[in-house]
């Protein structure tokens, strides 16, 4: 593909919901992130993987965020028993380890009612 | 810990007039330096950014940028803005320390008004 994408662009749930968010990568790109990005604010780091490693998840904010890459490619940001603080767009990007430069999926926005 | 703020929080300016948008960064390490635009219902988009070499970089619709060590700074400026600049901005660092990561700043909403 050309670039990252990311779904479902937008998910409503109910508080108390779990919701699963899927990022796909460009092909061998090796670093992958999320981050969360509340209404009015810049992006907030989540987690970091290299290929299938969780090399960083000092973002994310509470044991009910979980993040994944199992194979090195796409990944999915799990949230459990969604809270209506959790409502933000979720982004995902990607970089080639040599220039450090990002490039972001559209993101996913959530909303809990 | 590293941050960055941007002063601004929203810039309107007149259609062909210059515009500013400040950005002033944290980290007293080797840093690297990006501006980032978002358009209405967007993604964030890479504008310009600094990595090493000159501190005055461009982008290819008439923006730059330029790197101040000693002002801690990377200001972006446009001399003559267009209707279609309207968009959030958004600064974003990262460092040879962070692992990839970057900070970002709260942002900048641009209105060009015609």
């Known amino acids: 593909g050309a670039g990252v994408s990311q779904s479902p662009r937008y998910k409503v749930a109910k508080r108390g919901q779990d919701v699963a968010l899927r990022c796909d990568p460009i092909?061998?790109?090796?670093?992958l992130f999320w981050y969360q990005q509340a209404l009015g604010q810049g992006p907030e780091f989540l987690t970091y993987?290299?290929?299938?490693?969780?090399?960083?998840k000092s973002g994310l904010p509470s044991d009910r965020f979980f993040a994944e890459r199992p194979e090195g490619s796409v990944s999915t940001l799990k949230i459990q028993r969604t809270q209506q603080e959790d409502s933000a767009v979720y982004l995902c990007?990607?970089?080639?380890?040599?220039?450090?430069?990002?490039?972001f999926g559209p993101g996913t926005r959530l909303t809990v009612t | 810990a590293q941050s960055v703020t941007q002063l601004d929080s929203q810039v309107p300016v007149f259609e062909e007039a210059p515009v500013e948008l400040r950005c002033n960064y944290s980290?007293?390490?080797?840093?690297?330096l990006f501006w980032y635009v978002q358009y209405p219902n967007q993604g964030l988009q890479l504008l310009l950014k600094?990595?090493?070499?000159?501190?005055l970089v461009e982008s290819i619709n008439g923006f730059e940028a330029e790197f101040n060590k000693s002002q801690t700074s990377f200001h972006l400026r446009k001399p003559s803005v267009h209707i279609s600049d309207t968009a959030e901005y958004f600064c974003?660092?990262?460092?040879?320390?962070?692992?990839?990561?970057?900070?970002f700043g709260t942002g900048t909403s641009l209105t060009v008004i015609p």
């Open positions: 990007a990607d970089a080639q380890d040599r220039d450090g430069e990002q490039y």
């Open positions: 092909s061998g790109h090796v670093s």
């Open positions: 993987f290299q290929n299938e490693a969780q090399l960083d």
């Open positions: 980290s007293s390490v080797s840093v690297y």
């Open positions: 600094y990595l090493s070499g000159s501190t």
């Open positions: 974003a660092e990262s460092g040879s320390n962070t692992g990839n990561q970057f900070y």
